[in-house]
Structure formats: C-alpha cells, structure tokens
C-alpha cells in the first residue's frame, strides 16, 4: 500500500495531529498543576521583587533609593525564576511520552516524525504564550498593589513586557520540547537546560573577560534577557529575540533528528 501524502492532505494532517496533542496536554492533570504552580511562583516572585524595591524606597538609607519603578520592571526580573516550572509544560510533553511508552501509540498515529514533532511545539508555544499572558498580568497587578505609590503602571509598555515575557516563554518551552525529544529523559534533559539557560552563561560572565562575555551574550537565556529588558547593548532586543528563536528552531531540529533516527 503506498503511504505517500498529497501536499493538500498534509495541513489536514497536521491539524489532526495538532488536536490530538491539544487532547493528551490538556487532559493531564500535571499540566494544570504545573500551571497553577507557575502562577504562585510569580506571584510569590513579584510579591518578593516588589518588596525589596519598596524597602528600599522606605528605609533609611537614601544610597540605595531606587524611586519609582515600573510594574513591568519588577514583572521580568520575576521571570527569571519562574521560567523553570513553565518550561515544565515543554519538557513533559515529549519527555512523559518517552517514559510511560505511549510514543509508540503516538508514532503509528502519525507516522511523520516531523509532523509530530512541529505538532507538539505549536500546542506547547501555544499554551506556553497564553500562560505567559496570565503570569504577566498576575505579576504585574501583585507588583502594582505591593508599589503603592512607588510604582507606575504605563499602559503601552506594560502591555508590551506582558506580550514579551509571554513570547520568551513560548520559545523557552519550544526549546525545552526540542530538548526533550533529543534527550528522551525529564531529569537529563532539565539538567542541560538549567545549564544552558543559567549555569554556563554565569560562569563564563563570571570572570568579566570581553571575549567570555561575549560568547554569553549568544546564549539563550542571556539573549532572551535582553530582549526582555529591551537593552541596545550588546545588540537590540530584536537580535536576542532572533537568538533565542534560533535556539528553539535549532533545539527541534536536534529533536526530529533524534527521533528520525533511534526507534521509540
């Protein structure tokens, strides 16, 4: 029986394959409570950075006086810690597959490698965008109600920090899912990730050599935070948002690479 596909057929395919992973995602109970852990944990963050900010403001010593600071400020340095439980949903959603054996029902669905794989990153963008969404309204309404009269809340550049952090997400857990399905395990992959978005890009910064800190500056997380605080150095936050895209693009490849080539 031949097994070839018509180019019309392939986008009905794809959105079959889209709905099934839709399904399996949103079934799992792991995925609300990850979700509901992201959200405490931002709001916790927030809570916490707008604190510090709000102390400082009030105490006595005016040398570290930091005024009036915008919600959307305290909303990204929030992510930072928050991104770990979100990348979560990208993880667990090839990785959980791999463990409990159900690839294999996955592959015979759909035969296609790639078309599992591009599936799998368009529900977990998708839902990785729109919980982004949330824990940036969330932390930016903690971070207001904890400011008081020490925050600002500018309409357009909140809305903007909310729409940025939602996007680093996505791409944060399209990488985690291109990892993922490279790397077949939870904890192994977790561990290349805490190195790649955290661990590696402070050791190199560490020593505060050009050459080092320009070699970080290419990393994932590096980039992404400077897209997030719209730096214009070392490059404008357009170049960290290419980057950090780059290495979830690269990230999938790797993993319908993997996939082409060992068995389920």
């Known amino acids: 029986m031949s097994t070839d596909i018509t180019p019309t057929a392939r986008p009905a395919l794809l959105r079959s394959a889209v709905a099934a992973e839709w399904t399996k995602l949103s079934s799992v109970r792991t995925t609300w409570w990850t979700a509901l852990a992201a959200l405490v944990l931002m709001a916790g963050t927030a809570a916490q950075v707008a604190i510090y ?146 661990i590696v890009p402070l050791s190199l910064q560490e020593p505060d050599i050009d050459v080092l800190n320009r070699i970080a500056d290419v990393f994932p997380g590096v980039a992404g935070g400077h897209f997030l605080a719209g730096d214009t150095e070392p490059y404008p936050p357009a170049v960290g948002l290419l980057l950090l895209a780059g290495w979830a693009a690269a990230a999938l490849l790797l993993g319908r690479a993997a996939l082409r080539r060992r068995d389920a």
């Open 53 to 198: 900010a709000l102390v400082a403001n009030t105490n006595d010593d005016p040398a570290d006086d930091l005024g009036v600071v915008t919600v959307g400020s305290v909303l990204i340095d929030s992510v930072e810690l928050t991104q770990y439980v979100v990348l979560g949903l990208g993880l667990l959603a090839i990785t959980a597959e791999f463990t409990s054996g159900t690839i294999r029902t996955t592959l015979q669905c759909t035969p296609s490698r790639g078309r599992v794989l591009l599936a799998k990153a368009a529900v977990a963008g998708a839902v990785t965008f729109a919980l982004g969404l949330v824990l940036g309204g969330v932390g930016a309404l903690v971070a207001r109600l904890v400011l008081g009269e020490w925050g600002s809340v500018p309409a357009a550049d909140t809305i903007g920090d909310i729409v940025a952090v939602a996007t680093y997400l996505a791409l944060v857990g399209v990488l985690a899912l291109g990892l993922g399905a490279a790397l077949r395990s939870a904890v192994l992959t977790l561990t290349v990730l805490l190195a790649t978005l955290m």
